[in-house]
């Protein structure tokens, strides 16, 4: 009797994870007069991306997006960013994603894109 | 909190997003006044009470000119951020943050062999707050 062999599953087959995006309010604290420690928030939001600070985004609707330095994302998780913030300011894009601009030119290569190595023979 | 040089810290602003290539950031102090409350029956030294609202000063920042992108000179207040950088394992670096507005821009002066940087200077003009960090 034929079976149906299935081929095994590859790891291109498994589905990738979602780019994890957060926004979390700064809210600071500070000593009032009495020196009583008190709290306040801002009308700026830390952007976490899989749980770390990479950036920060006004409240104001469309604002732009400022990256913390060093932090160099994939297009990929610029996109992630972008959604997450739109999808936080009520569908208004935010009009840029601005980094400082870096004297290096690499390109963060997201996961499943190709590079130019050459294949082994 | 193990202690940190300062590479990788950054200043964000909540409206305009103006970013740039700092080189140098350097807060003021926060101050505030003593008012001297000595009268003629003070006897060794002279006494003070200090005032109840505080001066949260600003900071002065220096980075490389880029002649494209001009800080928000004549901007309105916008809260601005000095984020510490953010050591590995952390989730969120410690920050300053308050109410401020730019009050001092000098722009890049251009000299043989020198790369131009400029200066500008923010004034907080509200409360100052801190965040700690957190992993």
Known sequence: MATTKKSPATIADK???????????????????????????????SILLRGREVGQVGHTPGVGIS????????PKEEEAIIDAVTKARGGVVPRFVKAPPSLDSIQILDDDEDTDEDDDE | MAADEGTGATVTFGTSAFVAQYTDIEP????????????????????????????????????FHDGDVQPPYNGAAEVVTITDP?????????????????????IGGKRIGELM???????????????????
């Open chain 1, 67 to 74: 990256l913390l330095n060093g932090v160099l994302l994939s």
């Open chain 1, 15 to 45: 589905p990738k994870p979602e780019i994890q995006v957060q926004l979390q309010q700064i809210i600071g604290k500070f000593q009032d007069k009495d020196g009583r420690i008190r709290r306040a928030a801002h009308p700026v939001d």
């Open chain 2, 117 to 135: 940087q400029a200066t500008m200077h923010v004034k907080f003009v509200g409360t100052v707050t801190f965040t700690d960090h957190t992993v």
């Open chain 2, 28 to 63: 003021d102090s926060i101050t505030r006044a003593p008012l001297e409350t000595s009268h003629l029956g003070t006897t060794v030294t002279r006494t003070f009470t200090m005032e109840d609202l505080i001066t949260a000063g600003g900071f002065t920042a220096t980075f």
């Open chain 2, 86 to 106: 953010v050591q590995a394992g952390w989730a969120l670096g410690p920050k300053v943050a308050g109410s401020g507005q730019v009050d001092d821009y000098k």
